[in-house]
C-alpha cells in the first residue's frame, strides 16, 4: 500500500470482528514497525502481544480496576489545557456522538470501558520500556507506535492507542506478570475492523496547517 495513502486513510477503530489475528502477520506487523527510529538506535520498546485467553483476562482486571478507581480517558496533563487545546477534544467527542447515538450506547461509558477491552479486539499490544530511560525516551515509542498503526492499516487491520491503560499500570504488570523495573507506556488495539458498527464511520478532524505552524524564515 501507498504510504501516503496509508497516512490519510489510517484512523482509530473502535469495533473489531471477533476473528483471531494469524501470529505470523502480527509477527510481520512488528517487524516493519520496529523499523521505526530512535535516539542513538537504543530501541527502547519492549513489546507484550496479549491474545486468546490471556486477553480476556487482562480485559476483565482492566474493567474491575475501572470500575473500582473511575480513572476515565483524558489528556493526562499537570495543568489545566489552554482553551485551544480543550476545544479540540470537546470537538473530536462532539463528532463522535452521532456515531454512538445510533449504536446507543452512552460516550464515556463506550469509551472507557472500550479502552479497557481493547474495543473487543482479539489482540491487545503493550508497549514497555526499562525504568532505566528517562521520559524522553517516550518519543522513541509514539514513533514506534505511529510505524505500528499505519503498518497494520497497510495489512488490512485496525488498530487504537489506548493510553488509558496506562492508569491501570500495577493491573496490566500484575495480570501479566510483567518484571517490577519495566514501565507500561503505551497499549493499542488490533484487529480486523467491523465496518458494520456506526462508530468505524467516525473519522477525526484535523486543524488547519496555519493553527499548529508557525514559520520562521
Ligand atoms: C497516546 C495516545 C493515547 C490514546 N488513548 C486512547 C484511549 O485510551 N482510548 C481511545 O479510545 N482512543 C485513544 N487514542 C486514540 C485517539 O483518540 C485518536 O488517535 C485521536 O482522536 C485521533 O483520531 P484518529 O486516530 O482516528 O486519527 C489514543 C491516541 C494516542 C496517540
Known sequence: MDLLKAVQERKSIRAFKPDPVPRETIEEILRLSIHAPSAINLQPWEFQVVMGEEKERLSRR???????????????????????????????????????????????????????????APVAILIFQDDSFSKGSYVDIGIVL???????????????????????????????????????????????????????RFKSYRENLDKVVRWVE
Open 146 to 200: 505511529g510505524y505500528f498503526v499505519l503498518v497494520a492499516h497497510a495489512f488490512g487491520l485496525g488498530t487504537c492507542p489506548i493510553g488509558l491503560i496506562n492508569a491501570y499500570g500495577d493491573e496490566v504488570k500484575d495480570v501479566l506478570n510483567i518484571p517490577e523495573n519495566k514501565g507500561l507506556v503505551i497499549g493499542a488495539a488490533l484487529g480486523y475492523p467491523d465496518w458494520e458498527k456506526p462508530i468505524n
Open 62 to 120: 482492566l474493567m474491575k480496576a475501572y470500575r473500582e478507581k473511575q480513572i476515565s480517558c483524558g489528556p493526562g496533563t499537570v495543568k489545566p489545557l489552554p482553551r485551544t487545546f480543550g476545544k479540540r477534544g470537546a470537538k473530536t467527542l462532539e463528532g463522535m456522538k452521532p456515531f454512538l447515538d445510533e449504536m446507543k450506547v452512552q460516550p464515556d461509558q463506550f469509551i472507557n470501558e472500550g479502552s479497557c477491552n481493547f474495543y473487543g
